[in-house]
Structure formats: C-alpha cells, structure tokens
C-alpha cells in the first residue's frame, strides 16, 4: 500500500469528527431531472411558521432566506442551482406540500421539482403507495398538483406525469422594443408561472450550449423590457403576478415536436424543457389551433433531453379559457449532502457569480 492509500485508509476509519454545537448542519437530497437540478432539505431546517405553503414560503423568505443562498449559490451550490422544501399540505388530502427556490428567490410552480420529489418520496419509501401506477396529491404555492407515477419491473419510478394547474394565454402576437436588440414578438403564458415566449431564430440564436452565453443576455434583456411595459397578474393569487422568464422556441435537433430553453430567475438556464413552461407553450399551441385535446408533443431542452406535454381539458380560470396541461419527465437521485454553516465564516450565505 502506497503512502497516499495509507492516508487515505486512516482518514475514512478516523473520521468521526462532528462540528461545534453553534454549527447549523442542513442536510439535503440531490437529484436531476433531464439534467436540471434539484436540492431537496431533508433535515436542519427550523420550523416554518404558517397556515399554507405560501405562508411558509413567506416566513422562509423573510427570515430565512440566508439558508436558500447558502445552498444554492456558491460555494455549496452554483448560480444554476434549484431547491425544494417539502412541507405540511394546505388539505387533508394531500401526500404533502412544497415550495421552490433558486438564485434570485421563489418559484410558484416547478414542473422539474415535481418529478423529482415524487421520484425521491417513492423510491425512497419517504412515503408508501402501492401498485405500478402511484397518485399523489401536492400542494405547491400555485395550487395542487396531482402527479402519477409509473414503476418499473424492479420497482423503481421508471417516469412521473403530473396534470398541472390550469394554464393559460394572457398575452398573444405582442411586441417590445429590447434594447440591445431591436422589435421582439413574444407572447405571454401562464403555465404555474408566467413566462414570455419568443421565437429564436428571427434572433439568430442557437438552442443549444453553443450560445448559452447570449440565450442568457438576450432571456434577461427581454423579460426586463416585457415587464416594464406588460403586467404579469394572476386572477387570483398576488403573489403570483410575476414574470419569471424568457422561453425561447424553435426546431427540434432530435426529430420531435420542438425545442426551447427557459432563461428564469436571475439568468438562470433550464437543463430540462421546463415543465411549467411546457404547459405554458400547451395553452398557447391550443390556442392557436395548433394542439387538439390529448394530442401530446415531445419537446426537447437544451441539452437535449425531453419533456411530453398534452392538454387534458379545458377549463374556465378566472375568466380565462385555460387548459390543464399533462406533463411527463424522469428524475433520478445523484446524492446526499450535509451542509455546514460556521458562524465564522464570513462567506456562510454564500455568494453567486453570473
């Protein structure tokens, strides 16, 4: 045995070492989905004070907000990083409840997150549900989410499809002047979140790696100049009246429907297609008269993993004629991590760098 697999025995049989009581210790479950991450807190969180998700999401944004920039920017995450809390439920009927983070703060609904969690609460028997086909019901700031699993032979969630809150066109055939840019035609659609969606290629640009850098400038550019002249409101809900980001479209690389790639946040970039942002692009496409009831399309991301989406009914939300998106993705479990915060350190919160 070399002198460097001698220091490496003793320190795995040696290490035993806990740090000091003043430490907090936040410990995590990762995962992906389609290549986008997702920071699950599974221990060391203090107890969220409040009645539904989104109150909870409000006390954890108003006081414990260094706890989502500690684990998602660096140096325990990266400026692309994404996390979820499972909570209580709002209804009795439900699995449990989540809210959802990210570099800039909090998301109203995540598509990727979903798939993720029920991939991790099954296969980890976090919770129990019998059957190849598993139903859980999730309470998510943007309202419940039902979400179906499918097993495979060795028991493992093989694939998650959730039918999405009611989405919907609030903007259609619009433009803005972007600075930097010129005239840009977008609409606007809310598929749990409110997105603008512009065509790539009257742009110039490519939905891949190659052109990351300015999918990033140009996502940022284009969702500051919308809001600046278009408001993002929810019929019911305040705290979802937001624009969240920029969704760019264009041709599939890989033979199917389409691609996109989801600029959100504070110029983060989506490694999946976006579940909410899938459903948005359902509500426009129907709209159109270019997707008819329960005709899925299979679109691609970034990186080239996809997403399928279809619209499942039609309903009246607040007015608008909305639909109610299926969406379907896979997830897998990278790691587990435990995190610590020394009172000392003065970069404990973290800090991000774009």
Same mark, same amino acid.
């Given at each position: 045995?070399?002198?460097?697999?001698?220091?490496?025995?003793?320190?795995? @049989?040696?290490?035993?070492?806990?740090?000091?009581?003043?430490?907090?210790?936040?410990?995590?479950?990762?995962?992906?989905?389609?290549?986008?991450?997702?920071?699950?807190?599974?221990?060391?969180?203090?107890?969220?004070? *409040?009645?539904?998700?989104?109150?909870?999401? +409000?006390?954890?944004?108003?006081?414990?907000?260094?706890?989502?920039?500690?684990?998602?920017?660096?140096?325990?995450?990266?400026?692309?990083?994404?996390?979820?809390?499972?909570?209580?439920?709002?209804?009795?009927?439900?699995?449990?409840?989540?809210?959802?983070?990210?570099?800039?703060?909090?998301?109203?609904?995540? /598509? &990727?997150? $979903?798939?993720?969690?029920?991939?991790?609460?099954?296969?980890? /028997?976090?919770?129990?549900?019998?059957?190849?086909?598993?139903?859980? #019901? $999730?309470?998510?700031?943007?309202?419940?989410?039902?979400?179906?699993?499918?097993?495979?032979?060795?028991?493992?969630?093989?694939?998650?499809?959730?039918?999405?809150?009611?989405?919907?066109?609030?903007?259609?055939? @619009?433009?803005?002047?972007?600075?930097?840019?010129?005239?840009?035609?977008?609409?606007?659609?809310?598929?749990?979140?409110?997105?603008?969606?512009?065509?790539?290629?009257?742009?110039?640009?490519?939905?891949?790696?190659?052109?990351?850098?300015?999918?990033?400038?140009?996502? +940022?550019?284009?969702? &500051?100049?919308?809001?600046? @002249?278009?408001?993002?409101?929810?019929?019911?809900?305040?705290?979802?009246?937001?624009?969240?980001?920029?969704?760019?479209?264009?041709?599939?690389?890989?033979?199917? &429907?389409?691609?996109?790639?989801?600029?959100?946040? =504070? *110029?983060?970039?989506?490694?999946?297609?976006?579940?909410?942002?899938?459903?948005? #692009?359902?509500?426009? &496409?129907?709209?159109?008269?270019?997707?008819?009831?329960?005709?899925?399309?299979?679109?691609?991301?970034?990186?080239?993993?996809?997403?399928?989406?279809?619209?499942?009914?039609?309903?009246?939300?607040?007015?608008?004629?909305?639909?109610?998106?299926?969406?379907?993705?896979?997830?897998?479990?990278? /790691?587990?991590?435990?995190?610590?915060?020394?009172?000392? =350190?003065?970069?404990?919160?973290?800090?991000?760098?774009?």
């Amino acid at each position: 045995m070399n002198d460097v697999s001698i220091v490496r025995e003793k320190l795995i @049989q040696s290490w035993n070492w806990t740090p000091p009581e003043d430490w907090m210790k936040i410990q995590t479950i990762d995962l992906h989905t389609c290549g986008e991450p997702l920071r699950v807190f599974v221990d060391g969180l203090p107890d969220l004070k *409040g009645k539904s998700v989104l109150a909870k999401r +409000r006390y954890f944004r108003d006081h414990l907000d260094f706890i989502r920039t500690g684990t998602m920017w660096e140096p325990r995450g990266h400026a692309d990083m994404y996390g979820a809390v499972i909570t209580e439920p709002d209804f009795s009927d439900a699995d449990f409840g989540t809210f959802f983070m990210h570099n800039e703060g909090y998301s109203t609904m995540c /598509g &990727h997150a $979903i798939i993720a969690l029920v991939t991790l609460v099954l296969n980890t /028997g976090i919770i129990e549900k019998e059957g190849r086909s598993p139903v859980l #019901r $999730i309470d998510a700031p943007c309202g419940r989410i039902t979400a179906t699993a499918v097993r495979g032979e060795d028991e493992m969630v093989d694939s998650v499809s959730f039918l999405n809150v009611p989405s919907f066109v609030l903007y259609s055939d @619009q433009t803005v002047k972007v600075p930097g840019i010129g005239e840009v035609r977008f609409d606007l659609a809310y598929g749990g979140a409110f997105y603008t969606y512009v065509k790539a290629e009257p742009l110039g640009l490519r939905l891949d790696g190659s052109d990351y850098s300015r999918l990033i400038d140009y996502g +940022r550019r284009i969702k &500051h100049a919308v809001s600046e @002249q278009y408001e993002a409101k929810h019929p019911f809900e305040e705290d979802l009246s937001f624009l969240y980001g920029t969704i760019f479209t264009g041709k599939s690389y890989e033979g199917h &429907h389409s691609r996109n790639v989801c600029v959100f946040a =504070d *110029g983060e970039v989506d490694r999946s297609t976006t579940g909410s942002g899938v459903s948005g #692009r359902a509500a426009i &496409h129907y709209a159109k008269g270019e997707l008819k009831l329960n005709e899925p399309i299979t679109i691609e991301s970034i990186i080239g993993t996809v997403m399928d989406v279809e619209v499942g009914e039609t309903v009246d939300y607040g007015g608008y004629e909305a639909v109610v998106p299926k969406v379907t993705g896979n997830a897998f479990i990278v /790691g587990k991590n435990e995190f610590f915060f020394d009172p000392k =350190d003065a970069l404990k919160c973290g800090f991000v760098l774009r």
